[in-house]
Nanobody, 125 residues
C-alpha cells in the first residue's frame, strides 16, 4: 500500500509559478510510474502529466505542454510538478497518483490505484 501526500498548492496570480510535491510512503513507489491529475469545480478529473518510474519518459496534456514540468527524485520518494505561466483555467485541485499497473507513462486514470487527497491551486486573473 502506497500513501501519497500532495503539497505546494496555493493562490497565485496569472503568469506566476508554483511547484507541487507528491511525497510517497509505503510500497515500492520508485518502481511505478506516477501521474498528476486535476479536477476543477463541476468538471471531471483530467490528466495533467505523467512520468515513468525512472524519470526517463514523460507525457503531458496539450493544455499544459510547454508550461508544466514533471520530475521525480526516487531517493526522496517524491514527484514534483513545476507549473509556470499559470492561467486562471489551471485553477483546480491537483492530485498525484500511482500504481502497480502504471508501467509506463499513461493518462489512463483507471490504471492508477493509489491517490493522494489533493492540493488546491487557485490562479487569479
Amino acid at each position: 500500500q502506497v500513501q501519497l501526500v500532495e503539497s505546494g498548492g496555493g493562490l497565485v496570480q496569472a503568469g506566476g509559478s508554483l511547484r507541487l510535491s507528491c511525497a510517497a510512503s509505503g510500497g515500492t513507489f520508485s518502481s511505478y510510474g506516477t501521474g498528476w491529475f486535476r479536477q476543477a469545480p463541476g468538471k471531471e478529473r483530467e490528466f495533467v502529466a505523467a512520468i515513468s518510474w525512472s524519470g526517463g519518459s514523460t507525457s503531458y496534456a496539450n493544455s499544459v505542454k510547454g508550461r508544466f514540468t514533471i520530475s521525480r527524485d526516487n531517493a526522496k520518494n517524491t514527484v514534483y510538478l513545476q507549473m509556470n505561466s499559470l492561467k486562471p483555467e489551471d485553477t483546480a485541485v491537483y492530485y498525484c497518483a500511482t500504481g502497480r499497473k502504471v508501467t509506463t507513462v499513461t493518462p489512463a486514470r483507471g490504471l492508477y490505484d493509489y491517490w493522494g487527497r489533493g492540493t488546491r491551486v487557485t490562479v487569479s486573473s
